[in-house]
């Protein structure tokens, strides 16, 4: 039974920073590309970051390039994002997902080629 669960959620002032981190279990993590997608109350979801099975490559939504750095440990089975220069329109519920390839794709910031997917962390961003 695969389990991804992610933490380090929390609330934090603008212009801080916080650490998400993702562990996944019943799976073999170097098999996935690995990703961050986030949803906030009333907005669709957005693909934030993706990372191929090797940690190569990561790519980044627009806005949150430059402040945001994915990577990943395949020896802990744990991916993570690191959040810089936070804003409060990054305050959104954070979910980890697995992709059923090795490599992000060009669709990844949909989602819908993301087969496994945790119950989410809630990073609030304060004024």
């Known amino acids: 039974q695969v389990q991804v669960v992610e933490s380090g959620g929390g609330l934090v002032q603008a212009g801080g920073s916080l650490r998400l981190s993702c562990t996944a279990s019943?799976?073999?993590?170097?098999?996935?590309?690995m990703g961050w997608f986030r949803q906030a109350p009333g907005e669709e979801r957005e693909g934030v970051s993706c990372i191929e099975w090797n940690g190569a490559s990561p790519v980044y939504a627009d806005s949150v390039k430059g402040r945001f750095t994915i990577s990943r440990d395949n020896a802990k089975n744990t991916l993570y994002l690191q959040m810089n220069s936070l804003k409060p329109e990054d305050t959104a519920m954070y979910y980890c997902?697995?992709?059923?390839?090795?490599?992000?794709?060009?669709?990844?910031?949909?989602?819908?080629?993301?087969?496994?997917w945790g119950q989410g962390t809630q990073a609030t961003v304060s004024s």
């Open positions: 019943g799976m073999t993590f170097s098999d996935h590309a």
């Open positions: 997902a697995a992709h059923r390839a090795l490599y992000c794709e060009a669709s990844w910031p949909s989602g819908v080629r993301f087969i496994y």
